[in-house]
């Protein structure tokens, strides 16, 4: 028999899901269930997974057939299984017929509602192996109580001495189910959580905990050191991939926490690490927690370069402005070419790949998501802050702008990597900008060309940890002077090692995290000069050539690439995006506002 005969028809107008039985037994007995017709409003528990290998399945018996499932929910249903009462489970693979794309659609619209229903959703986390023991005790351990010290060399008399086992706590958090974008929203929807991990239970409180724990002591406080955890010859990179896995987790207990409407475009951003075996739920899968975006776009049946597509155009028209364009990545260089029409899905060159996870390039996402966090400090575009998209094909993108200048000169790329900021790179920028001769030369818009320089550098925003701010965002005299002492510390610390007689500060909290901060406004960047005398940050990819367009809608510039020659007098032209960018002098509307003062008026372009 067909096991698709074990899936009645579910009513769209009713809003009908279907419930799993899991029939009592003990641990070792076949797995038996049954499916029951029923609405959201009904008591059940909802299994947040990971699905795992489609080829690794086990049998289990559903209305009296044999239905192969992945090992890991067969897994997972074993281990919840009572020996005595039926329980009342939402479970995505068998509750949805996953060959009938109508109903696919519709129960994938309706996930939200039923993980924000459900009376408690059951996080499996897989079998603990006996290697991950340390690492599940330190998480009950440091998650109960988060003001117990990891250093050793800092706890009191009364604290206990536990090991901070690291490595295996990092391999934990690594767990699959923290790398999938669907478990996201069915975490953060939950009215109860619990995390189970073979015979260990955790609660919500004890997975944030943790992360409040390792922030309050590596990040906020600095009291603890990792050197006297790991050891000094053994810590490598550890502590900046588990500051990563820890950061990565602390952006879900926020968005937990939070209140309010969520916007496509900040979750699909801070998550862009988490994957999917089918790249449309990059879209897809967060939905859920979006307001902005419509569940109408949810169509297994359509290609992901439509997908994509219509999520873009959807950000901006809901929007007004372009910053979904600021999410289009550089080519990977590690992509053969053979592969890359394959990898980017066909995508048009204004459309942000959102499948492109950057498995081993953390800091460039996190770059990004630090830029973006500054994009609503600037106003390029001035008056002209409404963008009115139009799609003449799928594939092109139709919109209104004023062209700037070109790229005349660029410096080297900043690559992030290891939370590092570059000393070669810099020297380079400082030397193609010539500021250690003329520091004072006159820049451009005003000031000085030493003054244009480090400022754009942090995109002329204050630096978060300076409290003397006192709530102004734009750069001052405070962040000069962490600039120049930041500048001299790396020197110290990379040129002039043996200089006697000098007070070194490198490793300390604020220069650390200032120089972090610099290292991720401009990550995956290159600093320019443009045709005009003009200092920027373009995406390292840019080229000599290539336009620099005020868009309207467009909070920051936006580099263009000319697709053919177009003459003076014509009235649009076609490009290739390539990114956006941070042009000072513009930043605050000053070139829109002398050019509209002029009688220049935005013409069309169109991206392809």
């Given at each position: 028999m067909d096991i698709t005969s074990i899936y009645t028809p579910l009513s769209k107008e009713k809003a009908?899901?279907?419930?799993?039985?899991l029939l009592p037994?003990?641990?070792?007995?076949?797995?038996?269930?049954?499916?029951?017709?029923?609405?959201?409003?009904?008591?059940?528990?909802?299994?947040?997974?990971?699905?795992?290998?489609?080829s690794d399945t086990l049998p289990i018996e559903i209305q009296?057939?044999?239905?192969?499932?992945?090992?890991?929910?067969?897994?997972?249903?074993?281990?919840?299984?009572?020996?005595?009462?039926?329980?009342?489970?939402?479970?995505?693979?068998?509750?949805?017929?996953?060959?009938?794309?109508?109903e696919r659609k519709h129960q994938v619209g309706l996930m939200d509602k039923i993980y924000g229903e459900a009376e408690r959703v059951i996080v499996w986390l897989g079998q603990w192996q006996s290697g991950?023991?340390?690492?599940?005790?330190?998480?009950?351990?440091?998650?109960?109580?988060p003001d117990l010290h990891w250093d050793p060399t800092k706890r009191t008399p009364t604290e206990e001495n536990i090991e901070a086992p690291t490595l295996q706590l990092l391999m934990w958090l690594r767990n699959a189910w923290y790398t999938r974008i669907w478990t996201l929203q069915e975490a953060i929807l939950a009215k109860s959580l619990i995390y189970i991990c073979g015979s260990f239970v955790f609660q919500r409180g004890e997975i944030d905990g943790i992360v409040e724990s390792f922030q309050r002591h590596f990040s906020r406080n600095n009291c603890c050191s990792m050197m006297n955890i790991e050891g000094k010859y053994g810590l490598g990179d550890l502590d900046i991939a588990l500051s990563y896995s820890m950061w990565r987790m602390a952006?879900?207990?926020?968005?937990?926490?939070?209140?309010?409407?969520?916007?496509?475009?900040?979750?699909?951003?801070?998550?862009?690490?988490?994957?999917?075996?089918?790249p449309r739920d990059k879209v897809f899968g967060v939905l859920g927690l979006a307001n902005d975006l419509p569940k109408d776009i949810i169509d297994y049946e359509k290609s992901i370069a439509e997908i994509y597509s219509s999520a873009t155009i959807e950000c901006i028209k809901n929007s007004g402005n372009l910053d979904v364009l600021s999410h289009v990545l550089p080519k990977s260089q590690k992509i053969p070419k053979d592969e890359a029409a394959q990898e980017n899905h066909s995508l048009p060159s204004w459309v942000p790949d959102w499948s492109d996870h950057r498995p081993n390039e953390a800091w460039r996402l996190l770059g990004?998501?630090?830029?973006?966090?500054?994009?609503?400090?600037?106003?390029?575009?001035?008056?002209?802050?409404?963008?009115?998209?139009?799609?003449?094909?799928?594939?092109?993108?139709?919109?209104?702008?004023?062209?700037?200048?070109?790229?005349?000169?660029?410096?080297?790329?900043?690559?992030?990597?290891?939370n590092t900021v570059k000393p070669s790179v810099l020297r380079n920028w400082r030397k193609m900008v010539n500021i250690d001769n003329e520091p004072e030369a006159p820049y451009i818009s005003g000031s000085t060309m030493f003054d244009a320089y480090w400022r754009t550098l942090c995109m002329n925003t204050a630096f978060a940890d300076d409290s003397s701010v006192a709530g102004s965002k734009k750069a001052n005299a405070d962040t000069r002077a962490l600039h120049d002492t930041a500048w001299w510390?790396?020197?110290?610390?990379?040129?002039?090692?043996?200089?006697?007689?000098?007070?070194?500060?490198?490793?300390?909290?604020?220069?650390?995290?200032?120089?972090s901060h610099i290292g991720f406004l401009s990550s995956g960047r290159k600093l320019f000069i443009s045709e005009k005398g003009y200092l920027g940050l373009a995406p390292e990819d840019a080229q000599d050539g290539d336009e620099i367009w005020i868009l309207n809608g467009g909070r920051v510039p936006l580099i263009l690439?000319?697709?053919?020659?177009?003459?003076?007098?014509?009235?649009?032209?076609?490009?290739?995006?390539?990114?956006?960018?941070?042009?000072?002098?513009?930043?605050?509307?000053?070139?829109?506002?002398?050019?509209?003062?002029?009688?220049?008026?935005?013409?069309?372009?169109?991206?392809?």
């Open positions: 009908q899901i279907r419930i799993l039985l037994g003990s641990f070792n007995d076949p797995i038996r269930c049954d499916l029951s017709v029923e609405s959201t409003q009904v008591t059940f528990e909802a299994l947040s997974y990971v699905w795992g290998d489609m009296g057939q044999r239905k192969k499932v992945t090992k890991n929910l067969e897994a997972a249903l074993r281990h919840m299984r009572s020996e005595s009462e039926t329980r009342r489970l939402w479970v995505d693979a068998v509750c949805i017929n996953q060959d009938d794309n109508i991950q023991l340390p690492a599940l005790q330190a998480v009950q351990h440091f998650g109960a109580n952006q879900m207990a926020d968005l937990q926490k939070k209140r309010g409407p969520t916007e496509f475009l900040d979750v699909a951003s801070r998550f862009r690490h988490r994957q999917a075996t089918n990004l998501c630090e830029r973006q966090s500054l994009t609503k400090l600037f106003n390029a575009c001035h008056q002209n802050s409404q963008a009115c998209p139009e799609c003449p094909s799928q594939s092109q993108l139709g919109l209104m702008g004023i062209f700037f200048d070109k790229i005349h000169e660029f410096g080297e790329s900043m690559i992030f990597r290891s510390e790396l020197l110290l610390h990379d040129k002039y090692t043996d200089l006697p007689g000098q007070t070194r500060r490198y490793d300390t909290p604020v220069i650390r995290a200032f120089l690439r000319p697709i053919r020659e177009a003459p003076v007098e014509a009235t649009q032209s076609d490009y290739t995006f390539v990114g956006d960018s941070y042009v000072h002098g513009i930043m605050d509307g000053e070139f829109v506002d002398a050019s509209m003062k002029k009688g220049e008026m935005p013409r069309p372009v169109v991206l392809v």
